[in-house]
């Protein structure tokens, strides 16, 4: 079934080999096809400029998902954004790969980072977090309506190994623990 290859070329995707840019389009004839199982997978590798083309009838439908919208964070429920009609030969869209990150809809980014002043300080009596990191991503923040959550860590940046692992904030980041890392 398309669902086992997928799995298998889901297995095939490396950090150290793998063009996390790129744009991908999965072609699929079978309707029983789970998008959102898909979609969830690519998410947790940090891939999001995917479509799915589904053929139906005389119709081409493309899917993708939003992983922030007014309703849900981490969202990969598969989205229609654009049809080909074979008898006129047009798409309703020209937008193949639409923006999915100018408004993260007020989702909580979950911040790592570590005592470094002047960059992130830490005053643990209020539990507040402070420095020019922290001014960034409040910044970062209003302009992409997010809010930060901020997470000290022991440990620096750390290092990705090509036998998939990582330590430090990067193994954080990694093992999906935290969204975004300063240091």
Not at 55 to 79: G, H, L, R, V, W
Not at 162 to 172: E, P, S, V
């Amino acid at each position: 079934s398309q669902q086992k290859e997928f799995d298998e070329f889901y297995k095939m995707i490396k950090p150290e080999t793998f063009h996390y840019d790129g744009h991908f389009i999965i072609l699929c004839d079978e309707r029983n096809i789970e998008m959102p199982i898909i979609f969830e997978k690519l998410w947790k590798l940090w891939i999001f400029n995917v479509n799915v083309l589904m053929m139906d009838n005389d119709t081409i439908q493309m899917f993708t998902f939003y992983p922030f919208t007014e309703d849900s964070c981490n969202n990969t429920k598969a989205t229609k954004i654009n049809e080909f009609n074979e008898k006129s030969s047009t798409w309703s869209s020209y937008n193949f790969f639409p923006s999915k990150f100018k408004d993260l809809h007020g989702c909580v980014i979950r911040v790592g980072s570590f005592k470094k002043p002047p960059c992130f300080m830490i005053e643990k009596k209020k539990n507040k977090f402070s420095g020019i990191d922290v001014e960034f991503i409040e910044i970062f923040g209003d302009a992409l309506n997010f809010s930060p959550r901020y997470f000290e860590k022991d440990q620096q940046i750390g290092t990705i190994f090509k036998n998939n692992t990582a330590t430090g904030l990067l193994g954080y980041a990694y093992r999906n623990e935290v969204d975004l890392v300063t240091g």
